[in-house]
């Protein structure tokens, strides 16, 4: 089928271009388009040289699904006019993610969300869809009262600009910062602008994202989010009050059985999730799986993933899966 991936030069959208082909994609044409000054580049696509074209050429393309990762900006503007058009459109951005007519899907989580009348498919965030892959499971036996989370989110969240600061910095270069502090050796509890809440936009999305994918708005989530030198992925320390008692051994079986879900869990061997060992991969790693000894039904839990991977490209396409598997798109 003809697919557009737009944003197709982007960080993301290169990993997208990889997802599609590492997982054998049915795309008999790609689209792939990006901003104005990247149109008459070329990208990689299945060993072939693929020219960049612009959005609107895109559209009049009229593929069967088009998967964003531009910003919100761009899919503001040109995903209604994809979908116009009958395009499905998967946005990585957080444009869409709130609108109550467009589902939010984690196809671990909640696939039904899609209905062939939703023509626009919103990607969570990174950090929201790893925990969502592991807290679900949690959910649908014991129930959730409330998360305490804490991110260790990788360079690679912010983009070229980040990941270029921390190599410039590591090397004693002088460059653009993407960052209002160096980064290496460093850490620092912000991700995204702050609001007058005095949480950032990325712990609200954490807390907006959480509710609309579990399908409950009296779950209580209390983030905080840190960014830190790595590049592999993002990391979260999770605190879980349950509203049911839980047995640990049952709750360890639930999670080994859970789809897309790894657990990594043997601490007298030092075994357990770090970025390193999940970049490059689908899954999310689970680990320091224990009881909160000051609550009677609460957990803590260890969560990594590779945010460009199942934090963003994978779930993407995962979702155009759906679509395909549906008889939505062919």
Request: charged content about 20%; hydrophobic content about 40%; proline content about 7%.
């Amino acid at each position: 089928m003809k697919v557009a991936v737009v944003g197709a030069t982007g960080l993301v959208g290169s990993v997208m271009l990889k997802v599609l082909s590492e997982r054998r994609f049915p795309v008999s044409e790609l689209v792939a388009a990006a901003s104005e000054r990247s149109v008459g580049k070329k990208v990689e696509f299945n060993g072939q040289q693929v020219p960049v074209v612009s959005v609107s050429e895109a559209v009049a393309a009229k593929p069967a699904v088009a998967i964003f990762s531009a910003g919100s900006g761009t899919s503001r503007e040109w995903a209604p006019r994809f979908a116009e058009g009958g395009t499905f459109v998967v946005d990585n951005s957080s444009c869409w993610r709130m609108d109550p007519q467009v589902p939010l899907v984690v196809p671990e989580v909640n696939p039904d969300a899609i209905a062939p009348q939703h023509r626009i498919i919103a990607n969570p965030n990174c950090s929201t869809i790893q925990l969502m892959v592991a807290i679900r499971p949690l959910q649908l036996k014991y129930g959730i009262r409330r998360i305490v989370i804490s991110t260790y989110q990788s360079v690679t969240g912010t983009g070229v600009r980040a990941v270029q600061q921390l190599h410039n910095e590591r090397r004693g270069a002088d460059g653009p910062m993407a960052y209002p502090h160096p980064i290496d050796l460093n850490c620092f509890p912000h991700g995204g602008d702050f609001l007058p809440s005095g949480y950032t936009t990325e712990e609200q999305k954490l807390i907006d994202e959480t509710r609309k994918i579990l399908g409950n708005s009296s779950i209580q989530v209390s983030p905080t989010v840190v960014r830190v030198p790595v590049l592999g992925g993002h990391s979260e320390a999770v605190n879980i009050e349950l509203l049911r008692e839980f047995d640990l051994h049952d709750v360890l079986g639930l999670l080994q059985s859970a789809p897309g879900l790894v657990v990594l869990d043997d601490p007298s061997h030092n075994q357990y999730p770090m970025p390193r060992m999940a970049e490059g991969r689908d899954e999310v790693f689970v680990g320091r799986i224990r009881r909160d000894p000051t609550l009677p039904n609460a957990l803590n839990l260890w969560v990594v993933a590779d945010n460009l991977r199942k934090g963003a490209a994978t779930n993407a396409v995962q979702i155009a899966e759906l679509l395909l598997q549906r008889g939505l798109i062919a």
